[in-house]
């Protein structure tokens, strides 16, 4: 009778045992990008404080890793996950990284090709992105701009956009869904026109260089909440959709960048500071509207 119940015993923890790990494995581990810029970080309410040497941008950095690690936390208590985050602000060496979650990967540096989507490609389930502003031109965006100050207009496909959209359509053409995005009231108006998403706001604009801020614990608060609603409706995401071929018209601040822009095989003029190109695909125009933002300076 004592080995009956003993056999008994095993053969249930072992079907316990099984059991758990076939509901284990069945379970897919998440695979997020995060892309975070600093003009939309919550308590950041002066162009100084974006730049490196200003008044108070050790406080942003601070501002900005909180807000990274929040929703970091958050997708950890949603479940298992590997996280990329790719600093995507100014010379790309914002976050302070030995204070960033350590069960995530860092990617730091702007000289790299693909800039604030660097190392997204389609094996990711969801993208996020914190701390975005508007394009160049928004009236009364805070920051307000589009990759450099060089940048007057960019278009893709005919669709005007600002980084949010051009990232975000960089993403859809891996077929992966923007599902939550933080920023002024300003970005998030103008952002969730193109993209069906959730997003956060983190201040009211006041013009292009000062914001009403909502307190940093309150928008930790709501990145929080919204990164696991995101999460819950992962399966209902959808992905911005774009065609390719691309097609890229460029308008710069001067003339003689344009000029100089002209010397890309290919580059079509269309009057004194704007240029169109066609690309085959999303990632060929990508690199191709960082070079002509970042690397061509006149």
Known sequence: MKYIYSHVVKTVLLSLAFITSFQTFGQEKLKIFISVDMEGIGGIGTPKMTRSGGKDYATSRQLMTDEVNTVVSAIFEFGDAEILVNDSHGDMQNLLHLQLDPRVTYLQSNIKPLGMVQGLDNSFDAAIFIGYHAKAGNLGGFLAHTGSGSVKGLWINGLEVGEGELNALYAG???????????????????????????VI???????????????????????????????????A??????????????????????????????????????????KNMDEAYRLIRVMYKYISW
């Open 173 to 199: 053409a891996l077929n992966v869904p923007v599902i939550l995005a933080s920023g002024d009231d300003k970005f998030s108006e103008e952002f969730t026109k193109t993209v069906k998403t959730r997003t």
């Open 238 to 279: 959808k992905p911005l959709s774009v065609s390719q071929p691309i097609t890229i018209r460029f308008k710069s601040s001067t003339t003689t960048r344009a000029d100089v822009v002209m010397s890309i095989p290919g580059m079509k003029r269309i009057n004194g500071t704007t240029v169109e190109y066609n690309a």
């Open 202 to 236: 983190t201040k009211t604009s006041v013009g292009s260089s000062a914001a009403k801020l909502i307190h940093p614990d309150k928008v930790k608060e709501m990145l929080k909440v919204k990164t696991i609603e995101a999460l819950k409706d992962l399966k209902s």
